[in-house]
């Protein structure tokens, strides 16, 4: 399986751009790139994914490298709630549903 | 539209007893995961149901066994509970498996249940 790699944690201020990166130096050519993210004392919630080319939600935009061996998390205006663990996960291959998880970036917002 | 939904919430349990948690998807969804969640290894895949059938096995002891019902809603189970089996057990729904190197579906997860073995 396809792993990633992301620092452990970052810091923001309310209300600035917050760019969260990822390396994938292993990802395949069908492997999807997803992030979710984990508020204090919740399940995951699912924040945005892609194959190739950028995405947006109204969640966060997805930012991917022409290579796919990168990808950039970016949260436009961030609030406090926002502070959570964010996971960026190379989905198994095949026909399943499994998510393999690191350790993801813990976020810390500051007011 | 109700989410993933848990029970129970949070658990006690004398070790070397068996448990059961329960997970009900999101109405419509017919695909449901497991996962373990500990502070030590993180989140953990357990297994994956779809049609009442075990898709997809992560690298736990047979003590832990699950089952999904026709109404899509699911079990897991925990037998000769150990002190290290204490942790957040997550499941998630999502509207059926990805077809291989295909789309992926959203995954919803539940609130957890905390299960605390003493």
């Known amino acids: 399986d396809a792993k990633t790699t992301q620092p452990n944690s970052m810091e923001s201020n309310e209300e600035e751009p917050v760019h969260l990166p990822c390396n994938h130096s292993t990802i395949s050519g069908t492997d999807y790139i997803h992030w979710y993210r984990q508020l204090p004392s919740q399940g995951p919630e699912y924040v945005i994914h892609?194959?190739?080319s950028n995405v947006n939600n109204r969640m966060a935009s997805l930012a991917i490298a022409e290579d796919r061996k990168s990808s950039t998390l970016i949260l436009h205006r961030a609030t406090l709630r926002d502070a959570a663990v964010y996971y960026c996960?190379?989905?198994?291959?095949?026909?399943?549903?499994?998510?393999?998880f690191g350790t993801g970036t813990l976020l810390a917002v500051q007011p | 539209k109700a989410g993933v939904t848990q029970t129970p919430r949070y658990l006690i349990k004398t070790r070397g007893q068996q448990v059961t948690l329960s997970c009900s998807p999101i109405s419509g969804h017919r695909s449901v995961s497991w996962y373990q969640q500990t502070p030590g290894q993180g989140l953990q895949f357990l297994f994956e149901?779809?049609?009442?059938?075990?898709?997809n096995k992560g690298n736990f002891p047979g003590r832990f066994s699950g089952r999904q019902f026709s109404n899509s809603r699911s079990e897991m189970n925990v037998s000769t509970l150990e002190l290290g089996d204490s942790a957040l057990y997550l499941c998630a729904s999502s509207l059926r498996p990805r077809p291989a190197g295909g789309f992926s579906y959203e995954q919803y997860f539940g609130p957890g249940t905390r299960l605390t073995v003493t």
């Open positions: 996960i190379l989905r198994d291959s095949g026909a399943t549903n499994k998510l393999i």
């Open positions: 892609g194959l190739t």
């Open positions: 149901y779809f049609s009442e059938t075990q898709r």
